[in-house]
């Protein structure tokens, strides 16, 4: 599974949109990126995933770039509740082992 | 629809023990997978359940097993504990077609000393 890098921490005001990048630059064509989150003492809850058109839920927006070498999510209006570490996940659509690689993630700090 | 839970919540071993940890699967769900989170990392994959057989494992050495049963539930086992097995130990599970996602539980805390 392809590497991704994302930024360890970022801040965000309440309200306003939170947008969390990831490189991914060694994605292959059938993986899909998987965004995840996990608030703190909680285990990862799952956001959004997406291949190559932008995809958008009741939690949130994934945009992926053209080349889809990288990646934003997007908290559209962000709330205290949203605090969590984001971890962006690339995911192999093949075979049978369907395991999730995850790297440290960026925790989002939302503040009043 | 129930969640996926984990029990127990926190365990305290001492070294040397061994420990199961136990996870119910979200209804439905006929894989579970199961991880591995030290303080301050992303969760670690030890390995995944299907259909009662192990379907891939994680760099983890051969004293982490698992069992899964008709009813799709799942153990972790540990034996001989070492201190570096203190970490939160994550049960995820999900349909055979992973698009759709995989639910994790909060977790059991285990604590070797």
């Known amino acids: 599974d392809a590497k991704t890098t994302q930024p360890p921490s970022m801040d965000c005001a309440e309200g306003r949109a939170a947008n969390l990048p990831c490189n991914h630059s060694?994605?292959?064509?059938?993986?899909?990126v998987y965004w995840y989150r996990q608030i703190h003492s909680q285990g990862p809850q799952y956001i959004i995933h997406?291949?190559?058109n932008n995809e958008t839920n009741e939690m949130a927006s994934l945009i992926i770039t053209e080349d889809r070498k990288s990646s934003t999510l997007i908290l559209p209006h962000a709330t205290l509740r949203d605090t969590a570490v984001y971890y962006c996940?690339?995911?192999?659509?093949?075979?049978?082992?369907?395991?999730?690689?995850f790297g440290k993630g960026t925790l989002l700090t939302v503040n009043p | 629809e129930t969640g996926v839970t984990q029990s127990p919540t926190h365990l305290i071993k001492t070294r040397g023990q061994q420990v199961t940890l136990r996870c119910s699967s979200q209804?439905?769900?006929?894989?579970v997978s199961w991880y591995q989170q030290a303080l301050g990392q992303g969760p670690q994959f030890i390995f995944q359940?299907?259909?009662?057989?192990e379907n891939g494992r994680g760099n983890f050495p051969p004293r982490f097993s698992g069992l899964q049963f008709p009813n799709y539930s799942s153990e972790l086992n540990v034996n001989a504990l070492e201190l570096d097995d203190s970490a939160l130990y994550l049960c995820?599970?999900?349909?055979?077609?992973w698009g759709l996602g995989y639910t994790f539980g909060s977790g059991t805390r285990l604590t070797v000393v």
């Open positions: 995820a599970s999900s349909l055979r077609d």
């Open positions: 060694t994605i292959s064509g059938n993986e899909y």
């Open positions: 997406g291949l190559k």
């Open positions: 996940i690339v995911l192999n659509s093949g075979g049978s082992n369907y395991k999730l690689t």
């Open positions: 209804s439905g769900h006929n894989t």
């Open positions: 359940y299907y259909r009662e057989e």
